[in-house]
DNA sequence: ATATTAACTATGAAAATCATAGCGTCAATT
DNA sequence: AATTGACGCTATGATTTTCATAGTTAATAT
């Protein structure tokens, strides 16, 4: 017996089954009942899950395991989220082995486009949700100039608007301990 | 007997409790247990109807019965969602009326800062989840050049940057004519 | 008196999530 | 040969959250 563990809200549209840019859009059906893109958009990514992971994956995360470990979700929970994302082709699953058949995670075009989401959500955590004693967790350094463009959009420096393939991370030694002491505390569960 | 109404992973941290550029920031407890910026950021807005009423309030509206119907959530949801953005500061209460007693919500300068990650799910619903016949849903004229700005962040036209208050918002008919019919059919109910 | 407006509250049923454990396949180690 | 460890998941019951539907309250308009 199947459990459904995506929730309903959350929209999971079979490739190639809708048109649009990428082939991955509702047509006509009752749940495409607004043409807001707002909303469109969170019928497919708007829940915490799916964004801790999108997050990993531009952390560079391609495994099952380390997105578990990061994020915290259950299997469960990455897995459905993992399932959808796929489905609405944000990602792809890719076997990175054969015996034992195992899967890795890759982000698409759709998935890489999605990253100034997540970059303005860390823009507005950096600015609103910190302590004062604390620096940014993650300094981006914009690879033409060799500046730090802080949580700009466009670069301070040389005035472009920058994407992330122009930008280096430089993770901050704060977030690395972090990070690793949760694949310590997973390892030794 | 009072039935919490908030997923107990958003947050909610009650006004000047906290440290941060303008006091809405958990400490040293345990909840705060990361330095990511996404990650907080998601605890206080990552959820579904979060977004939403905040797209709404973008769109002008103000009062608890507009966003519930342009939202479709239940007024619990968008009660414990309007309590948790007024505790996290991104949304004032104010009385618009004394007798009867009704107020209603507006946003905050930490509020209208989040906007960059409406816009940003925006143009991404604008690039992937639409059909081909459909033009935008709502355009945005960079008030200094008046030209429109499309999708982008920094205007095609002039090259600056654009934030939100420069910009003139123009609705399509085919989401006015569906939020209109929201509200009839809310009225017919 | 009755209807209407508008911001909510109440309640039981349904759905999603959590916590914890376990499975299956393979390789390396004892 | 048996055990251990990796790693991507699945299973299950308890708990939490959400949904659907209805109702309350205070005040004005009819």
Redesign the pocket.
Known sequence: ?????????LHYYEKDSYHGENSAMPMQDETNDTVCPVARSVDLVG?K?TILIMRELYMGAT????M?IQTA?????L??R?KALEANGLVE?RPYNE???????LLTDKGWDFYPVIYALRAWGEKWCKNPDEGLAVHFVHRACGHDVGVASVCPHCGDPVERKDLEAVISNRFLGERESRREAF?RK
Chains 1, 2 share one sequence.
């Open positions: 017996m199947i459990r459904e563990a995506l929730p309903s809200w829940d899950w495994r099952f395991e380390e578990q979700a259950t299997p469960q929970m897995t459905s993992l699953r015996k034992p058949l195992r899967y890795e995670y390892k």
